[in-house]
């Protein structure tokens, strides 16, 4: 029988079960992983007895918003929900960490604030670990209308803009277990110190610049009004090279379309400096690729693809992030782990295990097949199973003496295993 990893060992106590009992009762792994996420949390834990569950009120509260789901929706939700996941990975990096006695959890454009409601739920589950620590929620939010749609999940109640307009805090308010939570509009403001970052379907909706390469050389594509229909666009390519195109596109690129996002870069600079200085870690989960893909600008309204130059503004903009991009723009000052394919991230996370205990406690052949229809659409890689990443940034000194065999940038081995990223070791 193998050993189960201190760290884990710790985290099983703390639960007061084995964890990976605690995880396979409660629903793991994604939820509706286009940005519409369940209901409000960051109350105390609900008794399991009770019928009326967190994953019920999440899909009353997604079915209420969008309407009727399908039994696929509802089993995909019922296998993997993100309430334990998450909230998991980062209490086991904290951990990692040496414990701080503080934990500033930080979102990178949060949503509705659900997933930071799900993980502020996760922490209170396990304050006999927690309770020694200074948890603070800093909200990097643009949005006014969704800064207010995240109060009202977090907090339950309207919160007042700040009456400074020169603070970079220009919303902050108390969650429904008594952890403060700040807003603000950039990165920078949040301050320095221990901080564990989530981006979660963040870096797929940035701008991109996009380029071809022809007999000229490689052009710019750019948007330009159809002649042939006035009030219609059209791509064109630039007559000439742009500053874009210089400053870009590397001399080595074999392929023949590229995406770039500066935005991107930047942020990922920022993230990594401040993990280097600071400590803490980043979990980034979205659509992309390598390095290999090419043109993924696409657009969705009402869930279905729709023509990305059609009726701007009335469907969701996006590109497959590009982490080879991301891993190079962190120029070495942290450790990368991933990108790793979603059914990769669910299978070192136990969702394989999850399933044979819901299996043999269901006698219902059709449940049966409900079941095992989810997991192949979340692990099948001709669906989503190689289509959303999982991606982070640990410091260099996280990642030492270990011989656990991971997609790693930067480091060679681990010091301890990484949730998500390496097998998990069941006792």
């Given at each position: 029988?193998?050993?189960?990893?201190?760290?884990?060992?710790?985290?099983?106590?703390?639960?007061?079960?084995?964890?990976?009992?605690?995880?396979?009762?409660?629903?793991?792994?994604?939820?509706?992983?286009?940005?519409?996420?369940?209901?409000?949390?960051?109350?105390?834990?609900?008794?399991?007895?009770?019928?009326?569950?967190?994953?019920?009120?999440?899909?009353?509260?997604?079915?209420?918003a969008t309407g009727?789901?399908?039994?696929?929706?509802?089993?995909?939700?019922?296998?993997?929900?993100?309430?334990?996941?998450?909230?998991?990975?980062?209490?086991?990096?904290?951990?990692?960490?040496?414990?701080?006695?503080?934990?500033?959890?930080?979102?990178?454009?949060?949503?509705?604030?659900?997933?930071?409601?799900?993980?502020?739920?996760?922490?209170?589950?396990?304050?006999?670990?927690?309770?020694?620590?200074?948890?603070?929620?800093?909200?990097?939010?643009?949005?006014?209308?969704?800064?207010?749609?995240?109060?009202?999940?977090?907090?339950?109640?309207?919160?007042?803009?700040?009456?400074?307009?020169?603070?970079?805090?220009?919303?902050?308010?108390?969650?429904?277990?008594?952890?403060?939570?700040?807003?603000?509009?950039?990165l920078q403001d949040?301050?320095?110190?221990?901080?564990?970052?989530?981006?979660?379907?963040?870096?797929?909706?940035?701008?991109?610049?996009?380029?071809?390469?022809?007999?000229?050389?490689?052009?710019?594509?750019?948007?330009?009004?159809?002649?042939?229909?006035?009030?219609?666009?059209?791509?064109?390519?630039?007559?000439?090279?742009?500053?874009?195109?210089?400053?870009?596109?590397?001399?080595?690129?074999?392929?023949?379309?590229?995406?770039?996002?500066?935005?991107?870069?930047?942020?990922?600079?920022?993230?990594?400096?401040?993990?280097?200085?600071?400590?803490?870690?980043?979990?980034?989960?979205?659509?992309?690729?390598?390095?290999?893909?090419?043109?993924?600008?696409?657009?969705?309204?009402?869930?279905?693809?729709?023509?990305?130059?059609?009726?701007?503004?009335?469907?969701?903009?996006?590109?497959?992030?590009?982490?080879?991009?991301?891993?190079?723009?962190?120029?070495?000052?942290?450790?990368?782990?991933?990108?790793?394919?979603?059914?990769?991230?669910l299978k070192n996370?136990?969702?394989?295990?999850?399933?044979?205990?819901?299996?043999?406690?269901?006698?219902?052949?059709?449940?049966?097949?409900?079941?095992?229809?989810?997991?192949?659409?979340?692990?099948?890689?001709?669906?989503?199973?190689?289509?959303?990443?999982?991606?982070?940034?640990?410091?260099?000194?996280?990642?030492?003496?270990?011989?656990?065999?991971?997609?790693?940038?930067?480091?060679?081995?681990?010091?301890?295993?990484?949730?998500?990223?390496?097998?998990?070791?069941?006792?």
């Amino acid at each position: 029988m193998t050993r189960l990893p201190a760290r884990r060992s710790l985290l099983a106590a703390a639960l007061g079960v084995s964890w990976q009992q605690r995880l396979l009762r409660h629903h793991v792994v994604p939820a509706a992983w286009r940005r519409r996420r369940g209901s409000g949390a960051g109350s105390k834990a609900e008794d399991s007895s009770s019928p009326v569950t967190p994953l019920l009120k999440h899909l009353m509260f997604k079915i209420k918003a969008t309407g009727p789901i399908t039994v696929a929706e509802y089993m995909r939700e019922a296998l993997t929900n993100p309430v334990k996941l998450i909230g998991i990975w980062y209490v086991s990096e904290w951990m990692a960490a040496g414990k701080p006695k503080t934990l500033q959890l930080v979102e990178l454009g949060p949503g509705r604030g659900t997933l930071t409601g799900d993980i502020l739920r996760v922490f209170n589950q396990l304050g006999s670990l927690l309770n020694k620590c200074d948890i603070s929620i800093h909200l990097v939010e643009v949005s006014p209308k969704l800064s207010e749609i995240q109060a009202l999940t977090l907090t339950g109640e309207k919160i007042q803009s700040e009456l400074d307009v020169t603070s970079p805090v220009y919303m902050k308010g108390i969650s429904k277990a008594g952890i403060p939570i700040f807003w603000y509009r950039e990165l920078q403001d949040v301050p320095q110190g221990t901080s564990f970052y989530l981006a979660h379907e963040f870096f797929d909706a940035l701008p991109i610049h996009k380029f071809q390469r022809t007999e000229q050389g490689w052009r710019e594509v750019l948007i330009d009004i159809d002649p042939k229909a006035p009030d219609k666009l059209r791509f064109v390519l630039a007559p000439s090279a742009t500053p874009a195109t210089e400053y870009f596109i590397q001399g080595k690129e074999a392929r023949d379309h590229v995406e770039v996002c500066p935005d991107a870069g930047i942020l990922i600079q920022k993230l990594a400096c401040r993990i280097q200085e600071d400590g803490g870690a980043a979990l980034i989960a979205d659509y992309g690729h390598n390095g290999n893909k090419t043109d993924t600008f696409r657009s969705f309204r009402s869930h279905e693809l729709h023509d990305v130059l059609i009726a701007p503004g009335t469907a969701d903009l996006t590109a497959d992030v590009d982490f080879s991009y991301l891993q190079t723009m962190t120029q070495g000052r942290v450790a990368t782990l991933g990108p790793l394919k979603q059914q990769e991230f669910l299978k070192n996370m136990g969702i394989d295990v999850r399933l044979q205990v819901l299996l043999q406690n269901s006698s219902d052949t059709a449940m049966h097949k409900h079941l095992l229809q989810g997991y192949d659409m979340l692990m099948n890689p001709k669906k989503m199973g190689d289509r959303f990443n999982f991606f982070a940034l640990l410091p260099h000194q996280r990642l030492a003496h270990s011989d656990q065999k991971v997609i790693l940038q930067h480091s060679k081995s681990l010091s301890t295993s990484v949730a998500g990223f390496g097998e998990l070791v069941w006792k």
